[in-house]
């Protein structure tokens, strides 16, 4: 069975850096695409940034400039480097990953949050 992990979450301050992490457990064929969601207190879930197995990246114009995504396809893994953090960014961060198990299927796989708090 395949499960996504994060780590990398934490208490900081604003202006200050946190990297998260997620890897894939379990065997799998690839992603297809790699993202990072978050839900923020009293909000829906957003789309935060997402990149493709051919490496093209697209963000939420919130984070645009601060936060960078990454993958390394080799260890079915995605990452998210978010400097100059602000406390808008408060919320939990979900990995999420989509992968072709059969001819006609691609299945969604999620990972199972990890809180990020920016607070002076």
């Known amino acids: 069975q395949v499960q996504l992990v994060e780590s990398g979450g934490g208490l900081v301050q604003p202006g200050e850096s946190l990297r998260l992490s997620c890897a894939a457990s379990g065997t799998i064929n690839g992603f297809i695409t790699m993202a990072w969601y978050r839900r923020a207190p009293g909000k829906e879930r957003e789309l935060v940034a997402s990149?493709?197995?051919?490496?093209?990246?697209n963000y939420d114009d919130s984070v645009k400039g601060r936060f960078t995504i990454s993958r390394d396809n080799a260890k079915n893994a995605v990452y998210l480097q978010m400097n100059s953090l602000r406390s808008d960014d408060t919320a939990v961060y979900y990995c999420?990953?989509?992968?072709?198990?059969?001819?006609?299927?691609?299945?969604?796989?999620w990972g199972q949050g990890t809180q990020v708090t920016v607070s002076s």
């Open positions: 990149m493709s197995d051919d490496g093209s990246a």
């Open positions: 999420f990953g989509d992968s072709r198990v059969s001819s006609i299927e691609i299945r969604n796989y």
